[in-house]
């Protein structure tokens, strides 16, 4: 602590001193007596916080006033530049633009760079790459074939090897196009316009070939001479159904008396009064299909055990049985012109009858079991679908096989003839119907819209509608003037197994389902009009008569119901009494 207290009286008293200048004598003025007395005052007046800003100003000042040295003058450091990210070029550095400048400012000379390793790899690497995009340039100037054939033909004569382990198409097409472009930079065109004249002399040839080829093996099946006469008697029998239909159409358009819509009241009036008028076992087995007949007094019905029965109307009383099917009956029609009537089978077989139960053609030819049949409008052919995902045209009076026709990916269920006999309709398990024009053989338009097979398929009377039924519980009427579906109708709660239009004009729609019911939908609006529930189980087919005055449905129950309307029942019980 006294040293520390004497630090300060120090400085204090050399003070004065510092102040005297050189040219005068320093006197001493301070007594030394008095220090004793000043001790106890050095802490209270003298405090240490006023010592710096006294301190060393004269000392500061000396080294300001002299001058400064002159900087020496660097000598230029040359240093390769320093690639940026590996892909810029020494001159490319804006450091080292700088540096250059600085040492072409200090010399006065131009300096030339020492090129490194890595920068000359990288000019090659770019002037590689130059190339090429020249050469992609060149190429894809020159005119390459695009026949596969030509191209393997060309690579051949440019002594090329025609293809390459897992080269593809277009990549051979590539290789043939770089082979050219290069030819083309290197000068060689003689060779390449030798390949391409050796090609332009082939090409005459290989089309008397491809001629010959195609008439060697058509892409299409010839079809017989027969097939060619029925074509003609369809035709001209189309011709003449349909003048009739448009003249009945035009009549009822433009005759003031006609009242189509209140005609279509009616007959809606008389299907929402249908009941149940008769009900008769139709055989031990489940039952698979039924017909009326064209005049309706007989009905015909099939049944699991290949059997199928024929019924007299209205009293249902059995005519005949008709025995000759190894497998169940999966079918049947009556003809529209004859009271003759035809049966499909899982024998692959369909055999055609008359009323009396005897047995006068068998249809052999497909080559899996049948499903649905129908009759050409004008009873002269047979049409038959078939498992075989075929459905196939025959000739009744000879029983001759006129069309096998296919197109369907799947097994071929129902099939339907247009009211003027000019089209057929087809429906299979791939969800699609087909409309054929059995004048020419195309297939003429595709229905999709179904997302399940598709078991039902019936003409509308009117010429342009025709609805399809599937195992999404919906049916579909589509409209063949425009092309496609008009209406959806979430028809039941289970598949549809079939559909019919009412057979006169077509003023109603009756379809049946495994929901055990059948039901009636107008054909204005395809609302439904009548539920036929008394079935107790799966309804599997169902047939309308000719004046759509009464509807036959058949079931896995075993039994044949008879729908009948309640308005005509009462005129029949007016006429008796």
Same mark, same amino acid.
């Given at each position: 602590?006294?040293?520390?207290?004497?630090?300060?009286?120090?400085?204090?008293?050399?003070?004065?001193?510092?102040?005297?200048?050189?040219?005068?004598?320093?006197v001493s003025t301070i007594d030394p007596t008095p220090l004793p007395a000043m001790q106890p005052i050095i802490p209270s007046l003298v405090p240490p916080p006023i010592v710096p800003p006294i301190a060393p100003i004269p000392s500061?000042?000396?080294?300001?006033?002299?001058?400064?040295?002159?900087?020496?003058?660097?000598?230029?450091?040359?240093?390769?530049?320093?690639?940026?990210?590996?892909?810029?070029?020494?001159?490319?550095?804006?450091?080292?633009?700088?540096?250059?400048?600085?040492?072409?400012?200090?010399?006065?000379?131009?300096?030339?760079?020492?090129?490194?390793?890595?920068?000359?790899?990288?000019?090659?690497?770019?002037?590689?790459?130059?190339?090429?995009?020249?050469?992609?340039?060149?190429?894809?100037?020159?005119?390459?074939?695009?026949?596969?054939?030509?191209?393997?033909?060309?690579?051949?004569?440019?002594?090329?090897?025609?293809?390459?382990?897992?080269?593809?198409?277009?990549?051979?097409?590539?290789?043939?196009?770089?082979?050219?472009?290069?030819?083309?930079?290197?000068?060689?065109?003689?060779?390449?316009?030798?390949?391409?004249?050796?090609?332009?002399?082939?090409?005459?040839?290989?089309?008397?070939?491809?001629?010959?080829?195609?008439?060697?093996?058509?892409?299409?099946?010839?079809?017989?001479?027969?097939?060619?006469?029925?074509?003609?008697?369809?035709?001209?029998?189309?011709?003449?159904?349909?003048?009739?239909?448009?003249?009945?159409?035009?009549?009822?358009?433009?005759?003031?008396?006609?009242?189509?819509?209140?005609?279509?009241?009616?007959?809606?009036?008389?299907?929402?009064?249908?009941?149940?008028?008769?009900?008769?076992?139709?055989?031990?087995?489940?039952?698979?299909?039924?017909?009326f007949s064209h005049d309706g007094k007989l009905l015909a019905a099939c049944a699991l055990s290949g059997v199928a029965k024929i019924w007299s109307m209205p009293q249902v009383n059995k005519v005949s049985a008709l025995k000759g099917?190894?497998?169940?009956?999966?079918?049947?029609? +009556?003809? $529209?012109?004859?009271?003759? %009537?035809?049966? /499909? *089978?899982? !024998?692959? =077989?369909?055999? &055609? #009858?008359?009323? @009396?139960?005897?047995?006068?053609?068998?249809?052999?030819?497909?080559?899996?079991?049948?499903?649905?049949?129908? +009759?050409? $409008?004008?009873?002269?052919? %047979?049409?038959? /679908? *078939?498992? !075989?995902? =075929?459905?196939? &045209? #025959?000739?009744? @009076?000879?029983?001759?096989?006129?069309?096998?026709?296919?197109?369907?990916?799947?097994?071929?269920?129902?099939?339907?003839?247009?009211?003027?006999?000019? %089209?057929?309709?087809?429906?299979?398990?791939?969800?699609?119907?087909?409309?054929?024009?059995?004048?020419?053989?195309?297939?003429?338009?595709?229905?999709?819209?179904?997302?399940?097979?598709?078991?039902?398929?019936?003409?509308?009377?009117?010429?342009?509608?025709?609805?399809?039924?599937?195992?999404?519980?919906?049916?579909?009427i589509w409209d063949l003037r425009k092309k496609k579906s008009l209406y959806v109708i979430p028809a039941h709660s289970n598949l549809v197994s079939q559909v019919k239009f009412e057979p006169q004009e077509g003023y109603f729609l009756?379809?049946?389902?495994?929901?055990?019911?059948?039901?009636?939908?107008?054909?204005?609006?395809?609302?439904?009009?009548?539920?036929?529930?008394?079935?107790?189980?799966?309804?599997?087919?169902?047939?309308?008569?000719?004046?759509?005055?009464?509807?036959?449905?058949?079931?896995?129950?075993?039994?044949?119901?008879?729908?009948?309307?309640?308005?005509?029942?009462?005129?029949?019980?007016?006429?008796?009494?």
């Open positions: 602590m006294d040293v520390d207290e004497e630090n300060p009286v120090s400085v204090s008293l050399a003070e004065p001193s510092a102040a005297v200048t050189d040219d005068q004598t320093p500061v000042s000396a080294p300001i006033l002299r001058p400064l040295a002159p900087l020496p003058v660097r000598p230029p450091v040359l240093r390769p530049p320093l690639p940026q990210n590996g892909e810029m070029r020494a001159s490319d550095s804006d450091s080292d633009r700088d540096d250059s400048g600085r040492a072409q400012a200090a010399s006065g000379s131009a300096v030339e760079y020492e090129i490194s390793e890595e920068s000359r790899q990288f000019r090659e690497r770019q002037e590689k790459a130059k190339q090429e995009f020249l050469m992609k340039r060149r190429a894809s100037a020159l005119a390459v074939p695009t026949n596969d054939m030509a191209v393997r033909t060309r690579l051949r004569r440019l002594g090329e090897p025609i293809t390459l382990f897992g080269e593809r198409e277009m990549e051979r097409r590539d290789r043939l196009r770089m082979i050219m472009a290069k030819l083309d930079a290197e000068g060689q065109l003689e060779k390449l316009m030798k390949a391409h004249e050796e090609e332009e002399a082939a090409a005459p040839v290989a089309m008397e070939e491809v001629e010959e080829e195609t008439l060697q093996y058509p892409f299409y099946t010839e079809g017989s001479k027969s097939l060619l006469e029925a074509r003609v008697e369809i035709a001209k029998y189309s011709i003449k159904r349909a003048a009739s239909r448009l003249y009945r159409a035009r009549r009822k358009r433009d005759d003031p008396d006609e009242d189509l819509d209140a005609e279509m009241d009616w007959v809606l009036k008389e299907a929402g009064s249908l009941v149940l008028d008769c009900s008769e076992i139709g055989d031990d087995r489940p039952l698979s299909g039924c017909s099917h190894t497998e169940r009956a999966t079918d049947v029609a +009556f003809s $529209p012109a004859l009271n003759h %009537l035809a049966t /499909a *089978s899982a !024998d692959r =077989t369909a055999r &055609l #009858w008359n009323s @009396e139960g005897s047995l006068l053609k068998t249809f052999e030819g497909h080559l899996d079991r049948l499903a649905r049949i129908a +009759f050409h $409008p004008s009873g002269k052919y %047979l049409g038959t /679908a *078939s498992f !075989d995902k =075929t459905w196939r &045209l #025959w000739d009744v @009076e000879t029983g001759e096989e006129l069309l096998l026709q296919e197109g369907h990916s799947r097994s071929v269920y129902g099939i339907s003839f247009h009211r003027d006999g000019s %089209l057929a309709a087809s429906c299979g398990l791939d969800a699609l119907g087909r409309v054929w024009d059995l004048r020419s053989g195309r297939s003429i338009l595709a229905l999709e819209g179904h997302v399940k097979p598709v078991l039902g398929i019936c003409f509308s009377p009117n010429g342009y509608h025709l609805a399809t039924g599937a195992e999404d519980n919906t049916c579909r009756v379809t049946a389902s495994y929901d055990m019911t059948a039901k009636v939908w107008s054909a204005r609006d395809f609302k439904p009009v009548k539920t036929l529930s008394g079935h107790e189980a799966k309804v599997t087919s169902l047939d309308i008569t000719e004046d759509g005055h009464c509807i036959a449905t058949v079931s896995h129950d075993r039994t044949i119901k008879l729908w009948s309307s309640a308005e005509i029942e009462k005129e029949k019980a007016m006429d008796i009494d």
